[in-house]
């Protein structure tokens, strides 16, 4: 069972009903900054950011300047995925209406993954690094800003390098089986991923008819793929 602390600025809400149905000890206190001058210890905080995306993201940057130890999850809508970049600096992301075995999940795969903390490997090849831990990715040593679905796409790809994937695949894996959005938004995400990438933007490639994959090159003997612990 693992101390679970929420932050949230209307205190009387219940921010993600699935938590009621699991073991954890819960507590919820408002999201400010006098409020966590004494706020308790915790394994996992949890902030919600369901109506104030502004003010989540200042939340966010205050805890991890901070010195914030604990795994940092994101409580949003929908709606909240568009503006997720990775300087949010948050470990996980999760909806308000996941059920409780989601929640428990990405609960311990965060106390999972901070347990590991910087032994766990990032994902380098043909000259982009993937750091997992902090949902952060380079492009010849320059960070990418990318949107949450861009990252993961991204990740995703060079995690099955060479390997083609069709955009209903993708949907699939990337935005979920119970995304109804149509391929489109594969295309457009693609096209986004390349232009920020800017001169690795090859390294998505397009498969005529078929779908996309991440292009290893070859010539690159000092880079590889390290494999996400797990897979």
Same mark, same amino acid.
């Given at each position: ?7 949230? &600025?209307?205190? !009387? =809400?219940?921010? /993600? ?20 001058? *004494? $706020?308790?210890?915790? !394994?996992?905080?949890?902030? !919600? ?11 966010? #940057? ?12 994101? +409580? ?7 503006? /997720?970049? =990775?300087?949010?600096?948050?470990? @996980?992301? +999760?909806? =308000? @209406? $996941?059920?409780? $075995? ?15 903390? !910087? ?15 902090? %949902? &952060? $990715? #380079? ?37 979920? %089986? ?20 800017? @001169? ?9 008819? +078929?779908?996309?994959?991440? *292009?290893?090159?070859? @010539?690159?003997? *000092? ?9």
């Amino acid at each position: 069972m693992a101390q679970l602390l929420i932050l949230t &600025s209307a205190p !009387d =809400a219940e921010v /993600l009903p699935g938590l009621a149905l699991l073991s954890h000890s819960v507590r919820q206190i408002p999201a400010s900054p006098a409020s966590l001058v *004494n $706020a308790p210890s915790c !394994d996992l905080i949890f902030l !919600d950011a369901r109506h104030d995306l502004a003010g989540a993201k200042s939340m966010c #940057k205050l805890l991890t300047t901070t010195g914030l130890t604990a795994p940092l999850l994101l +409580v949003i809508t929908e709606g909240g995925f568009a503006a /997720l970049t =990775a300087e949010w600096g948050v470990s @996980d992301v +999760v909806l =308000a @209406d $996941a059920g409780p $075995a989601e929640i428990d999940a990405r609960v311990r795969l965060a106390l999972g993954r901070q347990s590991m903390g !910087d032994d766990q490997p990032k994902i380098q090849t043909s000259g982009v690094t993937i750091d997992e831990a902090s %949902y &952060s $990715a #380079k492009a010849h040593g320059r960070t990418l800003d990318l949107t949450f679905k861009e990252f993961e796409l991204l990740r995703f790809l060079a995690t099955h390098p060479s390997r083609v994937f069709t955009r209903e695949q993708l949907l699939s894996e990337v935005w979920g %089986y119970d995304y109804f959005g149509g391929t489109r938004t594969v295309d457009v995400h693609v096209r986004r991923l390349r232009a920020k990438l800017g @001169d690795l933007e090859s390294v998505i490639g397009t498969v005529r008819n +078929v779908g996309y994959r991440f *292009n290893v090159q070859l @010539d690159e003997e *000092n880079e590889r793929v390290t494999p996400p612990v797990g897979s």
